[in-house]
């Protein structure tokens, strides 16, 4: 008998999405840190009691503080800076004197002066060891110790000065020339006597560092003099065997002469190279013409620029003229025509005579110039040499001199300065004064007990908070019933609050009956109001409870269900939990009753398995079968619900969980209604998610969850109507304010379904 599902319920069992889900909801911290007020004051209170019983058991300690005054010009009689290498001036002097005033010689040199070896503070090896040391010495623990080594007094000097450098610290003052050297001590007076001791030991470190560096510079200038007059005396032997093996008098003068002979000869052989290339010109036109005869070197462009034989070109120009007018008067044996005829082959023979005197004049005048040429090149090439070896001779002149002028130089500048420094050698000045001393303080510096105690509490405060928010992020399980709307994303039919461990030791099955319980009848009556509304469209009212595992209270449920519900109407209690029955024990039923499995195997009838409690009828589990999912799968099972609603108007059946069997399955595919217990804090949402995702891809009419065991007094009203009932008057101490509450309730449970 397969029923529709209730168009109320959501059919989906998943989580819904938040719009807000980026919303920091601050109430909701503040009621995370409400619900867990007692956990984290108790740890709180807790690590500060131990905060303060750990502070008050450290030995208290003393600071001592000397003012010191470093100064960066200091008053002398002659300037040596050069000698001893120290710049004063600038930030960089106060930075190196800072970090001097920390260096591991100078702790040292206190601690040898104030005998801090023998301080149990500063020696661990005077020290007393706890009672807790032989819980820190794991290896003796295990058995394997290793054998003790002795300590060098070079160590125990060691370990000394790395406590004692602890215990120091240097605080420069800001643009000033101030430092403040602390000094924390168990012992007042000895923290005033070191930071004094430091003050003192920086001054006679830094005379003594002045003396010696005075001593070492006048030893290191006297070695230093001696080799620089053998290495000047040398240079000067040098330079003057030099001179003598070169012959050098006045190499300036020799060089200007040779300089000038080289530059005449060098205007020389240019002219005589720019005559050449004329000439050579001239002579490669006339090697390059194919003249036969001598007529034909006439019409070469060197023969033609000669100026005779342009003079005697014009000559003839002239004879022949003549020759051409006289023809047109005479005859060729005229006298005139003879005589001009004459005339003409003279100036034609004699230009055949100049032109060969200007080209054997041309060759011979190349070879002059060739010649001229080589003979000056040559005499550049000597006077270059000449020049080259003067500026060599003189070039290793000036090496020689430039030596002997350097050594002679230095020479002079280290006998000057040992000549300051020894004037100079008595005269001590420091470049640092005490201005404050330090003196015994009378409070301690540490520990700060105050800060410390508040620092602990305010960091385990912040850590129980942090602990609890972790608490609550990791904590997957249903405890209220936002988190069933919300993660559920079922409705919630009522809520049952937590109730002391003597009722739950007398029984739950009808806490119903019990006027005592005021606060859990009216949740179960708000339930029961639930439930009709929610199967008011249905004929037959078959109601199946379940819950995800076992003990979360389902069948408490279910029988004080069934009693409110048999205040208003016939009404049967079915115990379908065939594997783990307990309605029978709940009603006080005797064992070996027929029930519900005698009836499904056909061995009993229903009028025999029906028994009366408290105005309703009961059928308990009867025997238990060895396969109880077989007989809800056949046919009776569905028959014997029809007649159960024939016969009665609500059918209340007490169903197996959820996990590990589908009993449940198959018998609320039969029902009307189907009541979810979860008990608060205890199953995961994952795995109600799961079964309750079983029951609706199976068709059952879910139709909402019963939230079992909260405990609403750590539970704010704004979280809900649920929570109701103990914060508007439902309890003992206000019985006239019960009624009233309980109607407001059942008005505000029907308008919200």
């Given amino acids: 008998m397969n029923q529709p599902v209730n168009n109320n319920v959501i059919p989906s069992a998943e989580p819904k999405a938040s719009m807000d889900e980026d919303i920091i909801d601050l109430r909701e911290l503040f009621q995370t840190l409400w619900h867990h007020k007692w956990a984290i004051f108790g740890f709180t209170l807790a690590a500060t009691l131990l905060t303060v019983l750990v502070v008050f058991s450290l030995t208290p300690k003393y600071q001592a503080t000397a003012v010191l005054l470093i100064e960066k010009e200091q008053a002398k009689v002659v300037s040596i800076e050069e000698v001893y290498g120290i710049d004063n001036t600038g930030d960089s002097y106060l930075n190196t004197q800072h970090e001097v005033l920390k260096s591991r010689a100078l702790l040292e040199k206190v601690v040898n002066n104030l005998n801090l070896v023998n301080e149990p503070e500063f020696n661990s090896e005077l020290k007393e060891k706890g009672w807790y040391s032989v819980f820190l010495n794991w290896r003796s623990l295990l058995g394997f110790e290793l054998p003790e080594q002795a300590v060098t007094e070079a160590q125990i000097l060691s370990r000394t000065v790395d406590r004692f450098q602890e215990s120091v610290s240097i605080e420069p003052v800001r643009k000033t020339q101030i430092v403040k050297i602390h000094v924390i001590s168990e012992n007042p007076v000895l923290a005033a006597k070191a930071a004094n001791a430091m003050g003192e030991a920086y001054i006679e470190s830094w005379l003594e560092a002045k003396l010696s560096l005075t001593t070492n510079a006048t030893s290191w200038m006297q070695e230093r003099l001696a080799g620089l007059s053998e290495k000047l005396k040398m240079a000067e032997g040098l330079l003057h065997d030099f001179r003598l093996e070169e012959d050098l008098v006045d190499i300036a003068g020799v060089l200007t002469l040779s300089n000038n002979e080289l530059k005449a000869l060098t205007e020389s052989l240019v002219e005589v190279r720019r005559k050449l ?140 300065r040992i000549q300051e420094t020894s004037a100079t050698s008595d005269l001590q000045a420091a470049n640092a004064r005490i201005v404050d001393f330090a003196y015994p303080a009378e409070d301690p510096v540490k520990p700060k007990k105050s800060l410390i105690t508040g620092i602990a509490a305010l960091l385990s405060l912040l850590m129980a908070c942090g602990m609890a928010y972790l608490l609550e992020m990791l904590n997957n399980t249903i405890r209220t019933a936002k988190d069933v709307e919300d993660k559920l994303n079922l409705p919630v039919l009522g809520l049952l609050p937590a109730l002391p461990v003597k009722v739950y030791k007398k029984g739950l099955g009808r806490l119903f009956l019990d006027k005592e319980q005021r606060a859990f009848v009216e949740s179960v009556r708000t339930i029961r109001t639930s439930l009709s509304l929610t199967t008011i469209a249905h004929k037959k009212k078959i109601i199946a409870v379940t819950s995800t595992v076992p003990g979360e209270g389902k069948s408490s449920t279910a029988a004080n269900i069934a009693l409110a519900l048999g205040q208003l109407s016939s009404t049967v209690i079915v115990d379908g939990d065939l594997r783990r029955p307990t309605v029978a024990r709940n009603f006080d039923i005797k064992g070996g009753s027929a029930g519900l499995a005698n009836i499904l195997s056909g061995h009993a009838q229903l009028s025999e398995s029906l028994q009366t409690r408290d105005g309703i009828k009961v059928i308990p589990a009867g025997l238990i079968p060895p396969d109880p999912t077989q007989l809800f799968s056949e046919g009776r099972f569905e028959k014997l619900l029809d007649s159960l609603a024939e016969k009665f108007d609500v059918v209340v059946i007490d169903c197996p969980p959820m996990t590990g069997i589908s009993d449940t399955l198959m018998i609320t595919r039969h029902c009307d209604a189907v009541v979810y217990v979860v008990e608060s804090g205890r199953a995961t949402q994952s795995a109600i998610s799961h079964a309750t995702g079983r029951l609706l891809q199976n068709g059952a009419p879910l139709s909402g969850v019963v939230l079992n065991k909260v405990n609403t007094n750590k539970r704010k009203p704004e979280e809900g109507y649920y929570g109701y009932y103990d914060y508007h008057g439902y309890s003992e101490e206000q019985p006239e304010k019960r009624k009233a509450g309980a109607r407001k309730i059942k008005a505000q449970v029907t308008e919200e379904v």
């Fill in 277 to 416: 290339a004329l000439t050579e010109n001239i002579y490669r036109q006339i090697q390059n013409s194919k003249a036969q005869d001598i007529d034909d070197y006439q019409s070469l462009p060197a023969v033609l620029a000669h100026p005779l034989i342009q003079k005697l070109k014009e000559n003839q120009a002239e004879a022949e003229q003549k020759v051409r007018e006289l023809g047109r008067r005479y005859g060729t044996l005229h006298p005139k025509m003879i005589a001009a005829n004459t005339e003409l082959d003279s100036i034609e023979s004699n230009i055949g005579l100049r032109v060969q005197q200007i080209v054997s004049g041309v060759e011979k005048e190349y070879e002059v110039a060739k010649a001229n040429e080589q003979s000056l090149q040559n005499a550049v090439g000597d006077a270059r040499s000449r020049v080259q070896s003067i500026n060599s001779k003189q070039f290793r002149l000036q090496a020689l001199e430039r030596e002997v002028r350097t050594n002679k130089d230095l020479y002079d500048a280290f006998f000057k």
